[in-house]
T-cell receptor, first 117, second 113 residues
């Protein structure tokens, strides 16, 4: 298995532009998580899905952020319009219900480094 | 709101020395605690998971202890090697079916050859 695949690996965009980050979870996993990592705030959960349904989006910073999971094999995180303070590394992780409370239950992607100038 | 703190923020030791990394959390009502390793440009890899009913977990040179009542966990890495250089993060889960991980900021470890 190729693991959790995120694209792009790096994104540089100008303030005000729309940014779309993509994630392909591990096949068979029914949970998908989006995290954001910054120096100031560390790793924060933005939103997570179970069976393609958003369960908790309380970490989504504001209306500029939206996430979708149209099917079990694909999710997007969109920022529109982007701002310099959105610069961070965005991680996607997936899991299976029976694994979540076990070591190694979460598989993280390698992240997308977003820079908004 | 759960706050997770890791001290120190960075640590540099010579090869062979034992490492001690600390994690504290404000709300002792946790379900489990995990230690992760993060390498530059990579995702997170789970190292150890301790259920709230457990006191410690061991995996090879790694040992993690948990004192839930005082809100503390410690990760020990014995006989450190340059390959142990990475950022180590601890994370707690609050409830059995609440899968949000609350992370600390991490400790960046450098093991000098």
């Amino acid at each position: 298995d190729a693991g959790v695949i995120q694209s792009p690996r790096h994104e540089v965009t100008e303030m005000g532009q729309e940014v779309t980050l993509r994630c392909k979870p591990i096949s068979g996993h029914d949970y998908l998580f989006w995290y954001r990592q910054t120096m100031m705030r560390g790793l924060e959960l933005l939103i997570y899905f179970n069976n393609n349904v958003p369960i908790d989006d309380s970490g989504m910073p504001e209306d500029r952020f939206s996430a979708k999971m149209p099917n079990a094999s694909f999710s997007t995180l969109k920022i529109q319009p982007s701002e310099p303070r959105d610069s961070a590394v965005y991680f996607c992780a997936s899991s299976f219900a029976g694994l979540l409370n076990l070591k190694g239950g979460y598989t993280f992607g390698s992240g997308t480094r977003l820079t908004v100038v | 709101k759960q706050e997770v703190t890791q001290i120190p923020a960075a640590l540099s030791v010579p090869e062979g020395e034992n490492l001690v990394l600390n994690c504290s959390f404000t709300d002792s009502a946790i379900y489990n605690l995990q230690w992760f390793r993060q390498d530059p440009g990579k995702g997170l890899t789970s190292l150890l998971l301790i259920q709230s009913s457990q006191r410690e977990q061991t995996s090879g040179r790694l040992n993690a202890s948990l004192d839930k009542s005082s809100g503390r966990s410690t990760l020990y890495i014995a006989a450190s090697q340059p390959g142990d250089s990475a950022t180590y993060l601890c994370a707690v889960t609050a409830l059995p079916h609440d899968y949000k991980l609350s992370f600390g900021a991490g400790t960046t470890v450098t093991v000098r050859a």
